[in-house]
């Protein structure tokens, strides 16, 4: 009998990372632990990355947002909210792939792979028209597969390119077609993704945090940096999403909109969940300006961007002190992460 099978809830996905700050796989997998109700906010206990390493990456190393590696997400941290990935003990070939993806689907497990980014038609499509060179084609994407169909012989995809996230169709004999081209690019990892009910760890969570907190330490130049350095990089021709300052923004409005959401469900006072929020609406802002600044070439915005900027080292200092102060005079209580 011919099947179609898929995950349970896939008309659910959407993108949580509206900076796009996140590598494909995280988006993707980000994305089905909110469809499986979990509570994916324990993971961003430490989402407050150094704004050092942000200026590293974007500025020094000029990487791509999507390329930086953030604190947050770490699969070894995956158990704090019930998922893991399981990965097959042996190496295969793509059909095996094919077998052992269908039996993971009928599992309601959904399989994530990477290959080419044109190894996979729906991607090389949406790739194309974004790219410089076709040999971007051969970057790495991960893949989520969320379902199966056997009369169309097609694997269906979430994924994520640059709205809120949709489904996709590729045909099998297509993709089987790609890897026989380029197969050493292919399968670099394969894992499904397993879940269990009810087995969050809060008290994990909390202790990460409270060992985060002790520790963070941030000069926040960044900010005054990316001020300075605008008006030049403004003269420099260079594809949007390439461009220093786009990328350090996104990874600044990701990191702190994923720390403002932590705040809040930890169970801070007011005072601290209100800094956190306002910091992160003033970055949403930003973000915003800075890529119409680049994608429109709106010269005028260049100075209310530079004020802006300036501003945002004073708002994370207080911001910082506040949630310090509120752990300190509470015993650091953490009511949304601990048992009364």
């Known amino acids: 009998m011919k099947q179609n099978l898929s995950i349970d809830g896939i008309g659910k996905f959407r993108n949580l990372d509206e900076s796009f700050h996140l590598n494909c796989m995280n988006q993707k997998v980000l994305a089905y632990m909110e469809v499986l109700g979990l509570p994916i906010d324990l993971l961003f206990f430490a989402s407050l990355e150094n704004t050092d390493n942000i200026y590293q990456s974007s500025y020094l190393e000029k990487k791509s947002r999507w390329l930086y590696t953030p604190r947050y997400m770490q699969e070894k941290e995956w158990d704090m909210v019930g998922i893991w990935a399981e990965r097959a003990p042996v190496a295969f070939d793509f059909g095996e792939f094919v077998e052992r993806a269908k039996q993971e689907v009928a599992k309601k497990c959904p399989v994530v792979f990477y290959a080419p980014c044109g190894g996979v038609p729906y991607y090389r499509d949406l790739t194309i028209p974004n790219i410089e060179n076709e ?47 380029g197969k050493d690019r292919w399968f670099v990892d394969a894992f499904s993704i397993y879940s269990a009910p009810n087995m969050e760890n809060r008290e994990k969570s909390y202790r990460e945090h409270i060992s985060f907190v002790d520790a963070h330490h941030d ?106 102060e509120y752990l300190r005079n509470n015993g650091a209580y953490l009511p949304g992460l601990l048992p009364a």
């Open 135 to 181: 040999s971007e084609l051969n970057n790495l994407h991960a893949y989520f597969i969320s379902g199966y169909d056997e009369s169309s012989h097609e694997f269906h995809f979430f994924d994520i390119f640059s709205d809120n996230g949709r489904m996709y169709k590729s045909s099998i004999d297509a993709m089987a077609d790609a890897y026989q081209v």
């Open 219 to 324: 000069p926040l130049q960044v900010y005054g940096f990316m001020a300075d350095y605008l008006d030049f990089e403004y003269t420099q021709s260079s594809i949007v999403y390439k461009v220093s300052a786009v990328n350090a923004i996104g990874i600044l409005l990701g990191s702190r909109k994923f720390f403002s959401r932590f705040v809040a469900f930890a169970g801070y006072g007011d005072a601290v969940k209100a800094a956190y929020h306002e910091m992160y609406l003033k970055l949403r802002k930003l973000y915003n300006l800075i890529n119409r600044l680049f994608s429109n070439r709106e010269h005028f915005l260049i100075d209310e961007i530079k004020k802006r900027l300036r501003e945002m080292g004073r708002l994370e200092l207080g911001a910082m002190e506040l949630l310090r």
